[in-house]
């Protein structure tokens, strides 16, 4: 009778994904029933090579014959996986693999029955899926059995005897052992007395036609016994230190530190919290454990706002005490701030990296936990990235680091040299290759390089991939966003055509990819600034533009600027999208006088003079506005720029179409706990763009709005100074604009000033407005109703 037993191999990656592995076998049930019925779900067991194998039974021969015909060989990948593949065909281990189970040398054992040589099965699925995910296991070693072959098939009749007269001709055998096969035949282990007598067994035998079956013959092999293992932990902190990481701005709703040495006195939970609590409010403490469950002195701590994970960090800038939390950097994803998927890089594709590890380490399993809600221990591991190591001996676990940290420092330099200062393209097709990439950034001075990242948190969107573009001529960023942001591009010959977008990698910005947009005060044009309002005493601080950066580095102006008076502060201002210097600033003397000399050094004699690239300075309007009402305007200008009740920035908000917007600086308390932090003390507008063409949008908003206070200013000043010139000569000025002096003139009669209204003009009294004799008491309303002599 012909079998009825095939093997399954090579299922797609998405067959055997953590979270599918439980539902593994209806899936392969489903896929072989297409073909013919088959006997119950199939069952699941360790395949040659580490891989996970099916076994299933159909109801009749005809119908495995049929299957293995049908679907070996076939490409089941899923339409994801063949377009990260870029539609090449597929590998040979990515195509299905189907074999009649006999035929392929797989024994299905009967139920109760069992070998010591036989091959020890998994654990069921659902065991499996319970396993940490993309976890790599050592296959257990095995070694050849000199003097044992194994033959298949046997009719379903014979006995031990019958199997005795066959292979007795080769030699003298020592021990049968009969299996039973899923097909109703019969394999057996033959033990042989020498290594020559089962060679020549097993050679003689094989290909031999017996009663309609052609038999197989193998070496019988015994797998080594299980080797004690400890259990070690690394998360993905600890890898390397913090100081071979790159420079990258976190996300502004990033909250999580690692803390990588508490102090000694701080490593209960609730000193460690007190210590915590002077940066912010602590929602989440986990400590660090050790193989013993021990605490190492480190742990993650989660603030409940991201400007106070910021003071935290912040604190320990020199000694890197505390950072930001590298697992929750690969959590996010592309969403975080390295722009590309860390756990994937340090997996590998098919967990091609972990396996490696295995094999050169030595390690018994290796597995990533922390992701997507997976914990393999302790409290800790849950939610934060890590690796669970097996290995006999601790000195394995600073080789696997060694080799982890290598990988993690792999996908650094990739941050550095493909997605920082990138143009990020997104909502392309999956046929769009780097060639069509070139296609449709030729006409802005074409590619330097392109990198694509699969992001996962829109495949079920479509757009899964992410193109990280940079120019051969960094000026034509500018107008490759303008033309292709929200455009239908492509040829639909050469390139397919979609509507992508186009933006600027941003250095500041939130995981939801709103990017943080910021313009200081003084950075905005200022044509109605009245300027003849004069500094005042507690001016101290400029405004400077132009500055030569490409011939002094900050320490350099620093004493430039020393060089008029003591300087309290020097902020260099930044670029939003590429965080270079844009050559502003503002510098803060210690005294007035000091500030005084520096802008007259740096103000031409002439206008004709001037030159636009010289280095200029000006009052900082920064200063002026936060003096509130002790500026030299006499004019509260942050009342004027967010309104009594805010709705002065919630007009902006809408108008700029933002998605939040802030006034910033040090001095002005902020009520929203979870603003940005501050860029510097100075007064700045931070906006919350969603898209990059927004930008001028705020920009143009905040212009108008400044551009109104500066005229309600200018018109204050001007009645000021009206008023004040009035009354210089002698007089106010009327309703009607004629001056008061020449209508009191006017209407004087006879030489007498003008009676009150409503009432006739009397002459005072005697000696009114004289001096009062000596030693007297002036007469009554001399002095004014409430004057008393003095005694009285």
């Known amino acids: 009778m012909a079998d009825r037993a095939v093997v399954a191999r090579n299922f797609p990656q998405a067959w055997v994904a953590p979270a599918a592995l439980g539902s593994l076998p209806q899936k392969v049930q489903s896929l072989l029933q297409r073909i013919g019925p088959i006997d119950g779900a199939p069952s699941i067991s360790q395949g040659p090579g580490g891989g996970l194998q099916a076994l299933a039974h159909f109801k009749s021969a005809e119908a495995a014959r049929d299957a293995v015909t049908t679907l070996h060989g076939t490409d089941l990948r899923t339409a994801q996986e063949k377009r990260l593949a870029n539609f090449e065909p597929p590998k040979e281990s990515e195509r299905f693999w189907l074999r009649i189970a006999s035929e392929a040398g797989v024994m299905v054992p009967q139920a109760g029955a069992g070998s010591p040589q036989a091959s020890q099965p998994l654990a069921a699925a659902g065991a499996l899926a319970a396993q940490a995910p993309a976890e790599v296991t050592a296959p257990r070693r095995s070694r050849p059995i000199p003097t044992g072959i194994v033959v298949s098939p046997f009719p379903a009749e014979w006995a031990e005897g019958d199997v ?91 909250c999580e530190v690692f803390v990588n ?20 409010e602590v ?116 080789q696997v680091r060694g080799m982890l940290a290598a990988e993690l420092a792999k996908a650094h330099d990739s941050y550095k040299r493909e997605v920082h200062g990138s143009l990020v393209l997104r909502g392309f097709p999956a046929s769009w290759s ?38 051969r001529n960094d000026g034509g960023m500018e107008k490759a966003v303008t033309n292709l942001h929200q455009t239908k591009v492509g040829d639909g010959d050469l390139v397919e055509e979609c509507v992508v977008e186009c933006q600027r990698w941003p250095a500041r910005s939130w995981s939801d990819g709103c990017v943080r947009i910021g313009f200081f005060i003084d950075q905005l044009p200022m044509h109605r600034r009245p300027l003849e309002s004069e500094p005042g005493p507690e001016d101290r601080e400029l405004f400077v533009q132009n500055l030569p950066l490409a011939d002094m580095n900050p320490q350099q102006l620093q004493e430039y600027f020393e060089g008029f008076g003591e300087v309290e502060d020097l902020h260099l201002i930044k670029a939003t999208f590429t965080e270079e210097l844009t050559g502003e600033g503002y510098v803060r003397f210690k005294n007035h006088r000091d500030a005084v000399r520096c802008i007259e050094a740096l103000t031409p004699s002439s206008p004709q003079d001037a030159d636009p690239s010289d280095l200029m300075g000006s009052w900082s309007e920064s200063e002026r506005i936060l003096q509130r009402k002790g500026n030299c305007y006499r004019f509260n200008l942050i009342t004027e720029l967010v309104g009594m009740d805010g709705s002065g920035l919630a007009k902006l908000k809408q108008e700029a179409k933002l ?40 920009r143009e ?41 020449a209508v009191a003139e006017a209407s004087r009669v006879n030489g007498q000033p003008p009676q009150p209204a409503g009432s006739a003009w009397m002459a005072p009294p005697p000696g009114w407005g004289q001096p009062p004799p000596l030693g007297s008491a002036p007469p009554t309303g001399y002095w004014g109703g409430g004057w008393q002599a003095p005694g009285a």
């Open 164 to 254: 005795r007269t066959l292979t007795g001709p080769y030699g003298k055998v020592v021990k049968v052992r009969m299996q039973l096969l899923a097909s109703g035949l019969k394999g057996a282990y033959i033990d042989y007395a020498t290594e020559a007598e089962a060679s020549a067994a097993r050679t003689g035998l094989d290909g031999l036609s017996l009663m309609g079956n052609r038999l197989r013959t193998a070496q019988q092999e015994q797998l080594e016994a299980y080797r004690a293992t400890q259990r070690f932990v690394v998360f993905v902190d600890e890898l390397a230190p913090p100081s071979t990481r790159p420079r990258v701005e976190p996300r502004l709703d990033d």
């Open 283 to 398: 929602a989440e403490l986990h400590f660090v454990l050790d193989a013993q469950l021990r605490a190492t002195g480190k742990a993650y701590a989660r603030f409940r706002h991201h400007p106070e994970a910021v003071a935290a960090v912040r604190s320990s800038e020199g000694s890197q005490q505390i950072t930001w939390s590298e697992s929750e950097r690969a959590l996010r994803g592309t969403k975080g701030p390295y722009g590309l998927d860390l756990i994937k890089r340090l997996v590998g594709e098919g967990r091609a990296h972990l396996q490696e590890v295995v094999s050169a380490s030595g390690l018994s399993s290796l597995a990533i936990g922390g992701i997507g809600g997976s914990s393999t221990g302790s409290g800790t591991e849950a939610g934060h990235v890590h690796f669970v190591m097996r290995c006999e001996h601790p000195s394995q676990v600073e």
């Open 261 to 280: 040495e508490l102090p000694r006195a701080s490593r209960s939970e609730e000193a460690a919290r007190a210590w915590l609590g002077a940066f912010g």
């Open 434 to 471: 780097e060639k069509g990439l070139k296609f449709v950034f030729a006409p802005f001075g074409g590619l330097a390089s392109v990198a694509l990242e699969e992001d996962r948190a829109s495949v079920e969107a479509g757009a899964s991939r992410i193109a990280y573009v940079k120019l």
């Open 659 to 698: 998605k939040g917007v802030w006034v910033l600086s040090e001095s002005l308390q902020q009520k929203d706990r979870a603003s940005p932090p501050l860029a510097a003390r100075q007064l700045q507008f931070v906006g919350k763009v969603t898209e990059e063409a927004n930008v001028k949008l705020f």
């Open 701 to 741: 908003q905040l212009e108008r709005t400044l551009e109104d206070i500066h005229t309600k200013i200018a018109d204050r000043l001007e009645k000021r100074k009206r008023k004040a010139a009035a009354a210089a000569d002698g007089g106010g000025t009327p309703d009607n604009g004629a001056p008061r002096v």
